[in-house]
């Protein structure tokens, strides 16, 4: 189905013209992904608490009608942005877990990207600890947060039950502890890296690859 007109508001911005009901189409979901990327870089500096859509169309190139055109409100936008960033978070493991020689080095190889994903993306992070939190108050966020959380989970689970087949040993502990232990480790070392502690990474690194050798006691540390 074609992608609705767009029409000019008072201000002459084009926007596009309300759909006709009959439900979502690949060019609108392709837009909402488009427009949700966009937003992320704000949404991620300001927080859930501090960022309306307006605040997002004053920081980008598109007006705040667009924005209203294809989420319902800032729940939606920002369930939109960390749903795609923690998709592409769970998938850039994967070729870590694919080419591993050994337990020993996957578990080192996934201690510097989990790292290196800190220091690098740490609003984007910051962002997603401070949604599941908000789920706990409101209701809109936990369906979205549960689905994050499953995935996330589901990825830990791969890394450790190929840890597992690469030592000859099977993991102590199930997909949901597993992922409670690394999730615990990596959102310490992202309060102590947003409090200015420079060796957060560090700290990570060791903390981790310990971790996990722990995990798996007879595999070579």
Not at 55 to 63: D, G, K, L, V
Not at 98 to 117: I, K, N, P, Y
Not at 150 to 179: D, H, K, N
């Amino acid at each position: 189905m074609a992608e609705p007109a767009e029409r000019p508001t008072a201000a002459g911005t084009a926007i596009p013209a309300r759909r006709d009901g009959r439900g979502r189409g690949a060019k609108f979901e392709q837009r909402r992904a488009e427009l949700a990327d966009a937003a992320l870089k704000t949404l991620s500096e300001l927080g859930y608490a501090r960022t309306s859509l307006r605040e997002i169309a004053q920081n980008s190139e598109f007006s705040h009608g667009v924005l209203h055109y294809y989420f319902v409100d800032k729940v939606d936008l920002i369930t939109q942005c960390v749903r795609q960033y923690k998709g592409r978070c769970m998938r850039r493991y994967d070729p870590i877990i694919a080419t591993a020689g050994s337990a020993a080095q996957l578990r080192h190889e996934f201690s510097l990207a989990m790292a290196e994903s800190m220091v690098q993306d740490a609003d984007l992070h910051r962002l997603w600890y401070d949604l599941r939190s908000q789920s706990m108050f409101d209701p809109a966020f936990r369906a979205d947060v549960a689905a994050i959380d499953a995935g996330l989970c589901a990825m830990t689970w791969r890394v450790a039950t190929r840890i597992g087949e690469l030592a000859q040993v099977s993991p102590p502990f199930g997909p949901e502890v597993t992922y409670g232990l690394m999730d615990g480790l990596f959102q310490q070392a992202l309060l102590r890296h947003c409090a200015g502690d420079a060796a957060a990474a560090d700290y990570l690194i060791m903390a981790m690859d310990e971790v996990m050798a722990r995990f798996m006691p007879l595999a070579p540390v």
